[in-house]
């Protein structure tokens, strides 16, 4: 649509054609919000669904549980990276969302008596509620965001911990076992859990490429400007957590009708909040798949290590972070302009990373 | 409740809040003049413990003699970590350092399980049941003498800073690390100091805290909410209110303890820092941190 102009041709316009008058390079279509379906990523990703969707017909049942829990930490690192990726709040409490969505839901089957996706929507929107009593803190800048919500993540722990007879304290909460043999029951969550995947990864592509993506981009490169430019900061960034939150207690309440058992100190602990973080960021913040491409091999290296090492494991997985940190500033998917090209210049400039 | 009761909590909290804030002092400088979220300095502390429960242990050597084998050690230690590990990262963004510091927390505590056991360890001096009675207090005097040295290396390094020269360079970076450099500061030899430094108060304070306490690898991770606690109250890079922030901690906690029980203990101190987060950031000095 042509933006109504003065009598001569002129640049500022959105009309292409006019704009071709003035400069011929400038006729070139305009970049636009309009989503660019990527087409060959779409192919691949049906590809690798329709292989996952086979995997609990030919595979162990080890393999089947090993991704189940694979696919939940992806899920969560997703939503991680709507407030951490995206906007740059880099939360290290994202367990406690993933804990009350836990929580929500074992409370909801067992003392309401709610069948299952009625708990699991109760779960989440447990978790929606924290989010929103948390939300004065994103005020604060990035360090203290960092420490705030690991103390909000302990204290939630430490509430359950206490809660008496209402949250099972320190016994945990038994929910009713769900229906079927074991191999049925797995086969189920693992097809729950891919679904989650993919909506959280089709979710998240939709939600970088609108405008509300390109706002919380924009906030984490420079809030002021942001703020500046229009853009409603607190608005967006609540809706942000919010949207973040209920990613990622969605498979808390996946995982605690599958286990069929939840305690304090497994759901709410550090090591969930870490993993996330450290997952993603090895993928490569404020990119769509990074979360589940790094989240899915810091899990299965961690797997690997685990069972080579045992007591050294912990210690084992610390020298890996550390090289990590040291070698891969970007993470490993790239962002959009950026590549892995192999130039030794250019991989020393990748390596290098960016200066602060 | 009467009089001696109270007394005894306050004298309780007011005793470990001098450790609380010497290891506190080191998380400040870290984070202050480095901007590194330090997650391993509890690590620091607890070599510390270790290595005045070896000294004791294999040499007999008292264990408030040992801080000056102890605090050296750490010194040693930490310019290591800091110029060969953590330099590299230190220009990139906050994320990267805390997962870096987190990857050297999992190994410090993992080794010390392996190498030196799990199980918790303490340091028996002579004089360990040490106490006097006042007024119907049990004053328990081996914990004074650790507050008293706490408190006696907490002014020696605000001397450090405000007195000499080096101290001064390392202030002047944490105001404004590019007009310090313009003043003729080395600002990387200053880096590798202050961590050094902050390591060294860390080894000290795991010293006079194994005097005391029982401990286990697992105080590196339990000190980590005390230490965030500490600095968020004082106010980043403020030195003047850490020992009043330890002891306001102390005093939450063992009056938590006596008021609602024990277990709620650590909460308390997240609550306490959730609380001062939302209510007011700078904490009692520190510059305000809002967006």
């Known amino acids: 649509m042509a933006v109504p102009s003065s009598n001569s041709p002129s640049l500022l316009t959105t009309d292409a054609a006019e704009r071709a008058e003035v400069l011929p390079e400038a006729a070139r279509p305009e970049v636009s919000l309009r989503r660019r379906i990527p087409w060959r990523v779409v192919l691949v990703g049906a590809l690798v669904v329709t292989l996952m969707a086979v995997v609990p017909f030919v595979a162990t049942e080890y393999v089947v549980r090993l991704l189940i829990v694979v696919m939940m930490f992806a899920v969560m690192a997703q939503g991680w990276s709507i407030i951490g990726g995206y906007a740059g709040y880099q939360s290290f409490g994202h367990g406690a969302f993933f804990g009350v969505g836990a929580y929500g839901t074992a409370i909801a089957m067992t003392t309401l008596h709610l069948p299952f996706f009625p708990a699991l929507i109760i779960g989440t929107l447990a978790a929606t509620l924290l989010a929103l009593l948390m939300s004065p803190v994103m005020r604060l800048q990035g360090h203290y965001f960092v420490v705030v919500s690991f103390a909000v993540s302990e204290v939630a722990r430490e509430l359950v911990l206490n809660g008496g007879s209402f949250t099972g304290a320190s016994h945990g909460i038994s929910l009713p076992i769900a229906p079927g043999t074991q191999a049925e029951v797995n086969t189920f969550f693992f097809y729950l ?164 | 409740m009467d009089v001696t009761f109270v007394a005894q909590i306050v004298l309780g909290g007011l005793l470990i809040g001098g450790v609380y804030a010497l290891v506190a002092s080191g998380f400040s400088l870290i984070w202050g003049v480095l901007n590194i979220v330090n997650l391993a300095h509890g690590g620091f502390m607890m070599l510390g413990a270790y290595v005045t429960y070896l000294a004791f242990d294999r040499l007999g050597i008292d264990p408030f003699v040992s801080i000056a084998i102890s605090a050296p050690l750490m010194f040693a230690f930490g310019y290591i970590t800091y110029r060969f590990v953590l330099h590299l990262v230190s220009r990139r963004a906050t994320l990267s350092t805390v997962t870096l510091t987190y990857g050297l927390l999992l190994i410090m505590v993992n080794g010390a399980e392996i190498f030196l056991g799990t199980e918790s360890k303490s340091v028996q001096a002579s004089y360990a049941g040490a106490s006097v009675e006042v007024g119907g207090v049990l004053v328990p005097l081996v914990r004074v003498m650790m507050f008293a040295f706490a408190v006696v290396l907490l002014g020696a390094i605000a001397l450090f800073m405000s007195r000499t020269h080096p101290g001064r360079a390392i202030t002047a970076t944490r105001m404004d690390a590019t007009a310090a450099q313009l003043c003729g500061v080395n600002a990387d030899r200053i880096y590798f100091m202050t961590f050094a430094l902050a390591a060294a108060t860390a080894g000290a304070t795991g010293s006079l805290f194994a005097v005391a306490y029982a401990f286990s690898p697992h105080i590196a991770l339990w000190m980590l909410p005390k230490m965030f606690v500490v600095v968020v109250l004082a106010g980043l890079g403020n030195f003047r209110y850490l020992l009043a922030a330890g002891v306001i901690l102390g005093l939450a906690e063992t009056g938590s303890t006596a008021l609602i029980g024990g277990s709620f203990q650590v909460a308390v101190s997240y609550a306490v820092l959730v609380l001062i987060l939302m209510i007011r950031p700078q904490g009692l000095g520190g510059r305000a941190f809002l967006k």
């Open chain 1, 193 to 356: 859990m891919l679904g989650l995947l993919v909506a959280s990864l089709v979710g998240t592509y939709l939600l970088v490429h609108s405008t509300f993506g390109y706002a919380l981009v924009a906030i984490r490169e420079n809030e002021a400007t942001a703020e500046e430019s229009g853009i409603a900061t607190v608005r967006v960034k609540l809706i942000a957590l919010l949207l973040s939150a209920a990613m990622t207690a969605a498979p808390g309440g996946l995982y605690a009708y599958w286990m069929s058992f939840i305690s304090p100190g497994d759901v709410f602990s550090l090591f969930r909040s870490v993993t996330v973080v450290v997952g993603a960021w090895i993928g490569g913040l404020g990119t769509v798949l990074g979360p589940t491409v790094g989240t899915a091999i810091l899990l299965i290296v961690g797997e690997e290590v685990w069972g080579r090492f045992r007591e050294a494991s912990d210690g084992v997985l610390g020298i890996l972070v550390v090289i990590a940190v040291l070698l891969l500033p970007r993470g490993i998917v790239p962002r959009q302009g950026e590549g892995w090209r192999l130039h030794p210049r250019a991989l020393i400039h990748r390596l290098k990373g960016p200066r602060r």
